[in-house]
T-cell receptor, first 112, second 112 residues
Framework: DSGVTQTPKHLITATGQRVTLRCSPRSGDLSVYWYQQSLDQGLQFLIQYYNGEERAKGNILERFSAQQFPDLHSELNLSSLELGDSALYFC???????????FGPGTRLTVT | AQTVTQSQPEMSVQEAETVTLSCTYDTSESDYYLFWYKQPPSRQMILVIRQEAYKQQNATENRFSVNFQKAAKSFSLKISDSQLGDAAMYFCAYASGSRLTFGEGTQLTVNP
């Protein structure tokens, strides 16, 4: 158990819908990262927050957005969902931007 | 852009034997970190080992060790005394800032 929690574990929804994925970092970690793992794209970095501020952006679609709240939990919002958004979404956390990243169990999103 | 290449999509090893997984990367940065993550069938991403580029000494974690060749931009993972529980997908990853860039992964099978 990495100490990073993600909810829900599984999510099945239809195209065009909007979902929110939630992540709670390890106690003491200020950085939160979101990654997407899909069959065709592999593991890709989406976005990073540090102590509530956006720090880095990767291959995140405009239909996706994220935020980190004052209690340091983070949410990833996916809207206008397409079949190709089906993937495993990981949250990771670290103490600081250059420290080891510990991954949560992931949320498996299926868009039908 | 930084890239990470794992040239072995699949590897197999006999229980108790040693196996080496290969990874090469491309970067123009001088300050960076390298990681190996393990993803078992549960899909959890587990940090195996971390290497700072400025350190010449190869990192070691119990049965796991790396061979870091900075000039050659090579970062291989050696697993000694392989166990059935080592069977998993192994990802090599690079970080110069905070985001991780992953290779395509190597599926390791451990034969009893």
């Amino acid at each position: 158990d990495s100490g990073v929690t993600q909810t829900p574990k599984h999510l099945i929804t239809a195209t065009g819908q909007r979902v929110t994925l939630r992540c709670s970092p390890r106690s003491g970690d200020l950085s939160v990262y979101w990654y997407q793992q899909s069959l065709d794209q592999g593991l890709q970095f989406l976005i990073q927050y540090y102590n509530g501020e956006e720090r880095a952006k990767g291959n995140i679609l405009e239909r996706f957005s994220a935020q980190q709240f004052p209690d340091l939990h983070s949410e990833l919002n996916l809207s206008s969902l397409e079949l190709g958004d089906s993937a495993l979404y990981f949250c990771a956390s670290s103490v600081g931007p250059r420290d080891k990243q510990y991954f949560g169990p992931g949320t498996r999103l299926t868009v039908t | 852009a930084q890239t990470v290449t794992q040239s072995q999509p699949e590897m197999s090893v006999q229980e108790a034997e040693t196996v080496t997984l290969s990874c090469t990367y491309d970067t123009s940065e001088s300050d960076y970190y390298l990681f190996w993550y393990k993803q078992p069938p549960s899909r959890q991403m587990i940090l195996v080992i971390r290497q700072e580029a400025y350190k010449q000494q190869n990192a070691t974690e119990n049965r796991f060790s790396v061979n870091f060749q900075k000039a050659a931009k090579s970062f291989s993972l050696k697993i000694s005394d392989s166990q059935l529980g080592d069977a998993a997908m192994y990802f090599c990853a690079y970080a110069s800032g905070s985001r991780l860039t992953f290779g395509e992964g190597t599926q390791l099978t451990v034969n009893p």
